[in-house]
């Protein structure tokens, strides 16, 4: 609140807070000592292939693996993006950074928002989305089935919250 009673949204309590990153099982290190494992192997069954004549698939080997590098590499690269939600009483704020660095953000009023899913009888919650408008955004989608189910039990109390609105103590 300013001096002059005027609400300020910047100043807003912030209800909920979430940055959802995708899932990588194998750091740095780990993919070292992959990728020293496939070398070794690759090289060793190469050059026995070679001992044996059939020097052309060695070749091979090393394409083999030049791809595992490759794909290793992609799958670090999109480990990169990122989703960021926050819920204060006056909006709904989704921050979007894809693997390349473009930045995608919208804003959307809480009071207004449901949160939809899509549920598959055996798998759980396949996808989730805001619905604002008539128009759907989906978000979470770096989630699997469970992990989506605590994400929009907590998205959803948090929205109840927002529609509550703000409680102000101001005994402090």
Known sequence: MT?????????APEIF???LTP????????????????????????????LMGAWPVLGFFGLDLLAIYWAFRVN??????????????????????????????????PLWVQLDREIHAEFGIEKL?????????A???????????????ALSEALRAARRGPSYNPVV
Do not use: Q
């Open 76 to 109: 670090f690269r999109r480990a990169k993006a990122s989703e960021e939600i926050l819920v204060t009483p006056s909006e709904l704020r989704v921050r979007r950074v894809s693997h390349r660095g473009h930045v995608v953000e919208f804003v959307l009023n």
């Open 17 to 19: 807070s979430a940055l």
């Open 139 to 153: 978000v979470a989608s770096f989630l699997g089935p469970d992990e989506k189910a605590s994400f929009a039990k």
């Open 129 to 137: 989305y805001l619905v604002s408008k008539g128009r759907r955004f």
């Open 3 to 11: 001096a002059g009673n005027d609400f300020d949204p910047e100043e």
């Open 23 to 50: 899932h990588r099982s194998l750091n740095r290190t780990g993919f070292l000592v992959v990728m020293a494992f496939v070398s070794v192997i690759s090289f060793a069954a190469g050059l026995a292939f070679l």
